[in-house]
């Protein structure tokens, strides 16, 4: 099996340096239940390698290939995120990963039975993280379930799909809304989760903001 290059003392420092600074901004502003992850896509191994030594445990790829590449080399502790689009023909590669806490990416009921059916077929123990992902700013080239439609797709989870645990709703919002405070893709995200908890009783966390605009989701 490949080996992981062993990371250089410098850039294990400066990626140790990295996440302190950001945990001490999630403690700063009196969060005990955000969960950071860190985004690796494109990084070496090496990297995230580093990430894991400073404590980092939980990392989100885009691509189904590189995760799964990624995954067989470092530790089995890691718990990956599988945060790009999703596609039907990737829930069997994406259910072969043990270690897969999450993905992200729900943007319809029937995509949800398929990752459900690999999952499960897989013969994998526990139940698999998902997100709905939610257009909360209505572009058309983005992906996510339309906010009228997300009660049904998290209904359809609940009933439907056994080996699926529902975590919660996602949103990657608009890069007009990512410059605006209050964020409205932040706004509309926190008020469905709201009304959700209503219609269905359960609660959901959610999955928001980014390097630029995570102390403001904390705020909210």
């Excluded at 790009?84 to 943007?107: F, H, M």
């Excluded at 459900?116 to 994998?124: C, L, R």
Aim: hydrophobic share 40%.
């Amino acid at each position: 099996m490949e080996s992981v290059e062993t990371p250089t003392s410098q850039r294990t420092a400066e990626i140790a340096h990295n996440l302190s600074e950001i945990n001490a901004a999630v403690k700063g502003n009196q969060t005990t239940s955000a969960r950071l992850v860190a985004v690796s896509k494109y990084k070496p191994a090496s990297d995230i390698l580093a990430a894991y030594t400073a404590g980092q445990r939980h990392f989100g790829e885009n691509y189904v290939q590189e995760l799964c590449e990624k995954a067989v080399l470092l530790p089995s502790d890691i718990n990956w995120h599988f945060i790009g689009r999703l596609q039907s023909n990737k829930c069997k590669a994406l259910a072969a990963i043990p270690n897969l806490w999450a993905v992200e990416t729900i943007d319809s009921a029937a995509k949800a039975r398929k990752l459900n059916d690999a999952w499960t077929s897989a013969g994998n123990q526990g139940l698999l993280g998902v997100f709905v992902q939610v257009n909360t700013s209505n572009e058309e080239n983005k992906g996510g379930v339309e906010k009228c439609d997300v009660e049904g797709v998290v209904k359809e989870i609940i009933a439907s799909c056994a080996g699926l645990c529902l975590k919660g709703l996602m949103t990657i919002g608009s890069i007009e809304g990512s410059n605006r405070r209050p964020n409205p893709d932040f706004l509309a995200l926190v008020a469905l989760r709201d009304e959700l908890k209503q219609s269905t009783g359960v609660d959901l966390e959610l999955s928001m903001g980014m390097s630029d605009d995570f102390v403001h989701a904390l705020e909210l």
